[in-house]
């Protein structure tokens, strides 16, 4: 309230938080502001709920985990003092300062932060970071101190720590996530908006349980609107959203629409701040993640800023991993592909390597190669066939194709095929992780955003690989390859090389 003179006056920004809670409520209004946003009482469960939540279970989330990392830290210590012979006091005190540096970094980067853990790379990212800090500081402290360093051994010290850790960290979270399928470890969730925004928010957080959160009810703008159909409880208008939260022992409040804005969602966390409740707001982008979203202050307000061009040194950084690395890998499985070659030879007529024209980066079109696993009419019979297609969209895929020779289907089981495509990330045409690398013909069926496929160099695995393969629809290929094309990061294709290791090793979806 503005006073001037005897007068009492309403700002536009009070006006428009009290227009936004005038319907009709469940309960009396209280005030956000206040210091009793709330009443006070006895809190009671939802019937039906089972599992401990995610506030209590991470706690013990954070204590394994740096269980894991002391673990991880000792072990490799052992290994690196015993096979290098460290037995002088010289060498031995920044190998043991390596060991100390890499928790201690964890922890700097919020590695054991219950909110930045069990969901998310933040914690991975932690990781790998600590791995650099325990080369850096000991570095950096022999240095100052003018004493000679053991190289080899600090490095080999904080690779090991690194891949030991990052292995650990994913199978607590593999448990973690196994846990949460069965109802357990997560956050109790409200959701308040428009009827059309809650609905879609809830769908979204159901299809990936994983994340954490179980949606225990639902505010609308007015008790008197009609709820989705989603089997959630309408607990209350907008205007009860810190009493609910306090009665259900919410844990995380998601504001999903444009419906509570401005000056009352402003107060509505200091309420939620009262009643032990995070405040989450749904700002209405679509698959638009991590390091692409920063908040820029401006004059009170909290703006998103959305990175349209990424920025060089990450194009550097993915083009140095895809040249050293694939270059290493290829040479590395250079045995396996001659034994394939071979078997291939001796098993079938024609090629040892098919080579097909593809579509790369801005439609220029490469020419890719693969082990051969079809028999050598197989273009010829495919008009036959397309009557049985089991893809959609543009894809043409046969679940059991008669095409495919019997090596071919022991290649194409454990993507044996795939691996002279290192050929093509080495010379560049392809990278290690992007879209699927599309056929002319595919491309010439894009609609409108799918050729934002073609905004990055196609990659040898990718979301579609780790997360399905030939299982998936056309949609949601195309809908993994935009959040991939969108929101990619070396953190991320790292990630994704690995869950790949994972999916040949389990190849299920790959005919």
């Known amino acids: 309230m503005t006073i001037i003179g005897d007068e009492p006056k309403t700002t536009t920004a009070e006006l428009a938080a009290l227009v936004e809670r005038r319907r009709t409520a469940a309960a009396p209004r209280r005030s956000w502001a206040s210091t009793e946003p709330f009443v006070a009482g006895e809190r009671r469960e939802l019937e039906g709920v089972e599992g401990v939540s995610w506030r209590n279970a991470s706690v013990v989330y954070v204590y394994r985990a740096a269980a894991l990392d002391l673990a991880a830290a000792a072990l490799s210590l052992v290994a690196v003092v015993l096979v290098g012979s460290v037995v002088e006091l010289e060498s031995a005190i920044p190998v043991l300062l390596a060991g100390v540096s890499f928790v201690g970094a964890i922890a700097v980067w919020h590695g054991y932060d219950g909110k930045a853990v069990g969901d998310g790379a933040r914690e991975f990212q932690a990781v790998m970071r600590a791995g650099v800090a325990a080369f850096v500081v000991p570095a950096l402290v022999a240095a100052l101190v003018q004493r000679p360093l053991p190289r080899v051994h600090v490095a080999v010290l904080a690779a090991l720590m690194t891949v030991v850790g990052m292995v650990a960290r994913r199978l607590l979270r593999r448990s973690l996530h196994r846990a949460r399928r069965d109802g357990w470890a997560m956050s109790r969730t409200l959701v308040a908006g428009d009827t059309d925004s ?94 692409r979203v920063s908040v820029r202050p401006t004059v009170g307000l909290a703006l998103l800023e959305v990175e349209t061009v990424p920025p060089r040194r990450r194009l550097f950084a993915k083009s140095v991993l895809d040249h050293a690395l694939g270059t290493a890998i290829l040479l590395a499985v250079a045995p396996i592909i001659g034994v394939a070659a071979l078997a291939v030879r001796l098993t079938s007529r024609g090629p ?40 959609s969209g543009v894809l043409f895929k046969l679940r059991d194709d008669p095409r495919v020779t019997p090596v071919g289907r022991i290649l194409r089981r454990f993507s044996i095929d795939e691996l002279p495509q290192l050929w093509n990330v080495a010379k560049g045409d392809m990278s290690l992780v992007g879209p699927r ?8 069926g894009y609609q409108d955003q799918v050729f934002r496929r073609l905004h990055v160099r196609p990659g040898l695995t990718g979301l579609w690989q780790v997360s399905g393969r030939s299982d998936l629809s056309w949609d949601e290929s195309v809908r993994l390859d935009l959040r991939y094309v969108d929101n990619w990061s070396v953190a991320m294709d790292l990630l994704i090389l690995w869950k790949t290791g994972r999916a040949v090793v389990m190849p299920k979806g790959a005919y």
């Open 437 to 444: 690398p599309p056929l002319p013909e595919e491309v010439d």
């Open 198 to 291: 809650v609905h879609r928010t809830i769908e979204q957080l159901r299809q990936a349980t994983h994340h954490g959160y179980r949606v225990v009810g639902i505010c609308l703008p007015a008790v008197t609107d009609s709820p989705p159909q989603d089997g959630v409880p309408l607990l209350g208008a907008f205007a009860d959203i810190a009493q609910v939260a306090y009665d259900h022992q919410v844990e995380t409040v998601i504001i999903a629409g444009s419906e509570l804005t401005g000056d009352a969602l402003r107060r509505l966390s200091w309420a939620l701040g009262r009643a032990g409740a995070d405040l989450v707001v749904a700002p209405g982008l679509v698959e638009v993640l991590g390091p």
């Open 352 to 391: 040892v390597f098919f080579r097909q024209r593809r579509v790369g980066i801005d439609g220029r079109e490469f020419t890719m190669i693969k082990l051969r696993s079809m028999y050598a009419d197989a273009d010829a019979r495919k008009a036959s066939l397309r009557s049985e297609n089991d893809g």
